[in-house]
């Protein structure tokens, strides 16, 4: 069962503009949302997290928002640079964090 | 600080062999997780063990087992090995309680 999905396979945006990232969950009870990048060859690396409790969060150029009706999350990243090219994984856990469900990624490429 | 580090990074075997993947935990992390990710997917959960004990169990056989050491390293076994086997196998450590998972690089694995 997939209990987190990334319905985009892959996301074109120019240099300087902005990326959006969209994710969906189905376990209400998920408590904690993640965003990971990962470049080829290399484990993902930790982006930035949000709570259920809070609605939107903020980390420089990164910002995830969360809509815990619809069952979504975003991440925007603005302005997208050339360097942020890479698949990235939205992740959900409950609140003792043993176990992350992770979408199936979403791969960006930021055009000079 | 010293990351994550796993090994071997490349490895084939045939089916029905048995393989044993090894993972060093980054500095000061008492909690290990390893997930599976295949082509084309998200990490999925394998088990996560804190304080030498399984924390915590995804969908999979018990062909696929594990162990953590004092010095809080890993090892993922795998017996019996099947052709859809075949995946990036990614070490996470963490501190226990906390959401945020740094990963190595991982081992990829095929099964002919």
């Known amino acids: 069962d997939q209990q987190v999905k990334q319905n985009s396979p892959s996301l074109s945006v120019q240099e300087g503009r902005i990326s959006i990232l969209n994710c969906d969950y189905t376990n209400s009870m998920f408590d904690y949302f993640l965003w990971y990048k990962k470049y080829p060859a290399e484990g993902p690396t930790f982006l930035i997290s949000i709570s259920s409790i809070k609605d939107k969060n903020e980390d420089g150029r990164f910002t995830v928002f969360l809509n815990k009706s619809a069952k979504h999350l975003s991440l925007h990243i603005v302005p997208s640079q050339p360097g942020d090219s890479a698949v990235y994984f939205c992740a959900a856990s409950g609140d003792n964090f043993n176990k992350f469900y992770f979408g199936s990624g979403t791969k960006l490429n930021v055009k000079p | 600080e010293t990351g994550v580090t796993q090994s071997p990074t490349h490895l084939i075997k045939t089916r029905g062999q048995q393989v044993t993947l090894r993972c060093s935990s980054q500095s000061g992390h008492n909690t290990v997780s390893w997930y599976q990710q295949a082509l084309g997917q998200g990490p999925q959960f394998i088990f996560q063990?804190?304080?030498?004990?399984?924390?915590g169990r995804g969908n999979f056989p018990p062909r696929f087992s594990g162990l953590q050491f004092p010095n809080y390293s890993s090892e993922l076994n795998v017996n019996a090995l099947e052709l859809d086997d075949s995946a990036l196998y990614l070490c996470?450590?963490?501190?226990?309680?906390?959401?945020?998972?740094?990963f190595g690089e991982g081992s990829r694995l095929t099964v002919l």
């Open positions: 063990y804190y304080r030498e004990e399984e924390n």
């Open positions: 996470a450590s963490s501190l226990v309680f906390t959401g945020e998972l740094f």
